[in-house]
């Protein structure tokens, strides 16, 4: 898989994640968290309301900005876990892929719903009952956010993270996690801008969750066999 088609590959699992089961339903709840308004008030038409929406939009993005350096610091470090994995057991190289690819499949089954993994189905929230008072308040939801919702997010996230595991550089981890939060914070990005428009279509796309679901197992799947055929061709 070349690291273009990678690149593409992680945004498509970023968006993805944005539309798994548990967070789409509670975009009205975060986004309300943020800006301190009611879902009445954030649904307004331009004209009655446009200076209130306007306002979700830096929010949002200090939303995405938290969330998105969790990402990508958990990217540099599996980078290097990996390169330090590689070093030390050089000799196994063509083994820790296939076995990497194997995991990241098992990921793919599972969400697809082919398969029931247990631990990975262990939930662990963080709930705020209180918005913080500074103005960092959005990047701090946005941090609890990548640490917290593991089981929205984390056997996708893990394949991609398995993915990163296997490049040479820290730079090449970072950008695969950079383009998953780009893929994960587009959505939030256009619910910001668009929030009337948005919050409907969003409330749509619920009815397809098992076949969102399915694409993602897939995905993973495919992420996982060419984890395990680079171990081929590379490995000794």
């Given at each position: 898989?070349?690291?273009?088609?990678?690149?593409?590959?992680?945004?498509?699992?970023?968006?993805?994640?944005?539309?798994?089961?548990?967070?789409?339903?509670?975009?009205?709840?975060?986004?309300?968290?943020?800006?301190?308004?009611?879902?009445?008030?954030?649904?307004?038409?331009?004209?009655?309301?446009?200076?209130?929406?306007?306002?979700?939009?830096?929010?949002?993005?200090?939303f995405i900005l938290g969330f998105s350096i969790v990402f990508i610091i958990l990217g540099?470090?599996?980078?290097?876990?990996?390169?330090?994995?590689?070093?030390?057991?050089?000799?196994?190289?063509?083994m820790i892929k296939i076995i990497s690819g194997l995991v990241v499949i098992l990921f793919g089954l599972h969400i697809s719903g082919l398969l029931s993994v247990k631990f990975l189905q262990y939930e662990k929230k963080f709930h705020l009952s209180n918005k913080p008072v500074n103005k960092f308040s959005s990047f701090l939801v946005g941090v609890i956010f990548g640490f917290g919702w593991t089981p929205c997010v984390g056997p996708i996230l893990g394949g991609i993270l398995v993915l990163a595991?296997?490049?040479?550089?820290?730079?090449?981890?970072?950008?695969?996690?950079?383009?998953?939060?780009?893929?994960?914070?587009?959505?939030?990005?256009?619910?910001?801008?668009?929030?009337k428009y948005m919050l409907g279509v969003f409330s749509k796309v619920k009815r397809y969750f098992k076949p969102i679901?399915?694409?993602?197992?897939?995905?993973?799947?495919?992420?996982?066999?060419?984890?395990?055929?680079?171990?081929?061709?590379?490995?000794?």
């Amino acid at each position: 898989m070349s690291d273009v088609l990678q690149i593409l590959t992680a945004f498509g699992a970023g968006l993805l994640s944005f539309f798994s089961p548990c967070i789409l339903p509670l975009l009205p709840v975060y986004i309300c968290f943020m800006t301190g308004l009611s879902v009445e008030e954030l649904s307004m038409s331009k004209e009655r309301g446009f200076g209130k929406t306007k306002s979700v939009l830096p929010e949002c993005l200090l939303f995405i900005l938290g969330f998105s350096i969790v990402f990508i610091i958990l990217g540099a470090s599996a980078t290097l876990l990996g390169s330090f994995l590689n070093s030390l057991l050089f000799k196994y190289q063509k083994m820790i892929k296939i076995i990497s690819g194997l995991v990241v499949i098992l990921f793919g089954l599972h969400i697809s719903g082919l398969l029931s993994v247990k631990f990975l189905q262990y939930e662990k929230k963080f709930h705020l009952s209180n918005k913080p008072v500074n103005k960092f308040s959005s990047f701090l939801v946005g941090v609890i956010f990548g640490f917290g919702w593991t089981p929205c997010v984390g056997p996708i996230l893990g394949g991609i993270l398995v993915l990163a595991s296997t490049k040479d550089s820290v730079s090449k981890g970072i950008l695969l996690l950079s383009f998953y939060s780009l893929g994960l914070g587009l959505p939030f990005f256009l619910l910001s801008i668009g929030m009337k428009y948005m919050l409907g279509v969003f409330s749509k796309v619920k009815r397809y969750f098992k076949p969102i679901s399915i694409v993602s197992g897939v995905l993973l799947v495919v992420i996982g066999i060419g984890i395990i055929i680079s171990g081929f061709l590379k490995g000794g």
